[in-house]
């Protein structure tokens, strides 16, 4: 159905997704206490992509010349092809996944997470300010890790929170959001 909001977000329709990776919710107008949209960090630009290449295509090409019109040559260039190759797999897959982001929003009444994932799924979860619990985990398999977690039905499941931010990041953003939950139950 090509007027279904739901399937405009990007996703299969709710019926069809995991049990707590949709969350209904209307657009609101008003002015949120705390907004952020996180992605994850992407150092190189177009122009910065063509030059990685050109530079490794040129220091792979430097053992070839003295081998130039002999065996070896031919011995050698499946290989420096291949990994030239894997480069650009590489960077173009880094482009893929930079689509990754997360919009955290909060308001006096509501806090809200969407997860907008390269391959197109959206998940949301809400919560009520009053009863989100943040925790930075600061020690496990993942260094300064971020969960939130709301109380009752769906908000009741545990989210991860910019998982791909530096732990640094994370330690920030746990203390920005701490202050706006704050700020949104005192208002």
Do not use: C
Request: a positive charge; hydrophobic letters at 40%.
């Amino acid at each position: 159905m090509i007027g279904d909001p739901k399937l405009a977000a990007g996703g299969r329709p709710p019926a069809a997704r995991r049990s707590g990776d949709w969350v209904e919710w209307r657009e609101r107008r008003d002015r949120p206490v705390y907004s952020a949209r996180l992605w994850p960090n992407r150092p190189l630009t177009e122009r910065g992509r063509k030059l990685t290449l050109g530079i490794a295509a040129t220091g792979l090409a430097i053992p070839l010349i003295p081998a130039h019109g002999t065996p070896v040559f031919w011995g050698l260039l499946p290989f420096l092809v291949g990994a030239l190759a894997m480069l650009w797999f590489g960077l173009k897959r880094n482009i893929f996944d930079g689509r990754l982001a997360e919009q955290v929003t909060i308001w006096p009444d509501e806090m809200r997470v969407e997860r907008r994932e390269p391959r197109g799924p959206v998940r949301r979860w809400r919560a009520e300010p009053y009863h989100v619990r943040l925790t930075l985990h600061r020690e496990g398999k993942v260094e300064q890790y971020l969960t939130l977690r709301g109380a009752g039905g769906r908000a009741a499941r545990e989210i991860e929170l910019g998982a791909f931010l530096s732990p640094d990041e994370r330690v920030a953003l746990a203390d920005e959001i701490e202050a706006a939950i704050g700020q949104a139950i005192r208002a």
